[in-house]
Nanobody
Framework: QVQLVESGGGLVQAGDSLRLSCAAS????????MAWFRQAPGKEREFVAG?????????AYANSVKGRFTISRDNAKTAVYLQMNSLKPDDTAVYYC???????????????????WGQGTQVTVSS
């Protein structure tokens, strides 16, 4: 089992920055991917950013966040971060950390491909 716990959400104004954290514990895995998804009220869960566990390949980002959001991890490989800059009201959503431990070589944008999820953290951006 893998446990994922998100933190760092909050209420900010448009143009502000936030850094979300995802603490991973439990079974370690060296293959697969980590990703951030988000879900706004009345909308489907959507991919935000992802990277494979080796962090050797390019990061993947949704077009809506390219150039504003950055996914990264700590050297101990126990935490994944999402730095969010130039936030917009459209970024308002619950943000989820997800892990794909099946060994896919790339981070996919399909939420069905991820087998572990955190509980989510709310991000609200006011205009």
């Amino acid at each position: 089992q893998v446990q994922l716990v998100e933190s760092g959400g909050g209420l900010v104004q448009a143009g502000d920055s936030l850094r979300l954290s995802c603490a991973a514990s439990g079974r370690t895995f060296s293959r697969g991917a980590m990703a951030w998804f988000r879900q706004a009220p009345g909308k489907e869960r959507e991919f935000v950013a992802g990277a494979i566990m080796t962090w050797s390949g390019p990061r993947a980002y949704a077009n809506s966040v390219k150039g504003r959001f950055t996914i990264s991890r700590d050297n101990a490989k126990t935490a994944v971060y999402l730095q969010m800059n130039s936030l917009k009201p459209d970024d308002t959503a619950v943000y989820y950390c997800a892990a794909d431990t099946t060994g896919r070589p790339i981070p996919t944008a399909r939420h069905q491909d991820y087998d572990y999820w955190g509980q989510g953290t709310q991000v609200t951006v006011s205009s």
